[in-house]
């Protein structure tokens, strides 16, 4: 597997959050290359072949060979992203716990384009309109992180233990992770939290994870795209 440094391929999306593709297996040929197994033809072929042969799979939902390319994403999120990300069963995690380490005090604060009002239409979302003074949202949740993090200062002062003491902590908080699945399973993570259903604040990783995944895979990412219009 070849490995990159965070920084080279993170993208940071909202106040302080980021996802970086940390390490992965395979390119595009790698699927062509694993289907070819069946007719036991372990040929080299071109790249214009194999990524022919990558699209007639992809159509044809044969999805095998698309979880021999392995990927592995590193997450600084707020929990409650991470509640929803964490849904995908087939992933490995590996997570940051506040049971040995101090959390830190950072906390999501939408931004105040962010504050829409709840959806009639939709019971689970956001409509597109803002609410009238969205400053005195953002001004209330920043009290309240800032409420909820002395009190969790205070309790650790108590000698009470580290997995106690961060239950007071909000919901915004963020935490950090290592999330590892096949190319298979992370385009299905694409689909449902790309998607204008899923919520604003997991789409903007889903969006980075996507352009992350171009930049690496720019044939099987195309090939995909266009089955996401059809
Ligand atoms: C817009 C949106 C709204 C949502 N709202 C809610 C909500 O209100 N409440 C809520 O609880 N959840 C909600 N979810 C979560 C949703 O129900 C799924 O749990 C989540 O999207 C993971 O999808 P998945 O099971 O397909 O993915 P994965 O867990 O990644 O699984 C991938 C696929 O593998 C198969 N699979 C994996 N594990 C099993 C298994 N144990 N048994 C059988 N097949 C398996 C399934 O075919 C599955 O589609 C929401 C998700 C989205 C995108």
């Known amino acids: 597997m070849k490995t990159t440094s965070l920084t080279e391929r993170t993208i940071f999306v909202l106040d302080y959050g980021s ?21 036991a033809n372990k040929d080299e072929r071109t790249l214009e072949e194999d990524v022919k042969l990558a699209s007639y799979l992809l159509n044809a939902r044969h999805s095998t060979p698309f979880e021999f390319v392995q990927l592995e994403f590193y997450v600084v999120a707020p929990l409650f992203v991470t509640a ?8 490995r995690i590996n997570q940051i716990s506040g049971r040995y380490k101090e959390m830190e005090d950072r906390f999501y604060v939408p931004d105040i384009n962010r504050c ?17 003074n969205p400053e005195q949202a953002r001004k209330a949740i920043e009290v309240a992180n800032q409420v909820a993090f002395n009190l969790y200062k205070e309790l650790l002062k108590t000698g009470i233990a580290k997995e106690l003491a961060r239950i007071v902590l909000p919901v915004n908080t963020y935490t950090e992770f290592y999330w590892g699945n096949s190319l298979h399973n ?37 090939i995909w795209d266009g089955l996401q219009l059809k």
Do not use: C
């Open 186 to 222: 992370t385009l299905h993570f694409l689909s449902l939290r790309m998607d204008s259903h899923a919520q604003y604040e997991i789409r903007v990783y889903a969006n980075a994870m996507h352009k992350l995944l171009t930049a690496q895979f720019p044939n099987l990412m195309k």
């Open 19 to 39: 996802v970086a593709l940390t390490d992965w297996m395979g390119d595009d040929q790698k699927p062509a290359k694993i289907a070819r197994t069946s007719f």
């Open 84 to 91: 929803q990300w964490h849904r995908h069963r087939t992933a």
């Open 116 to 132: 829409h009002r709840q959806s009639k239409s939709n019971k689970q979302g956001s409509s597109i309109d803002l609410i009238d």
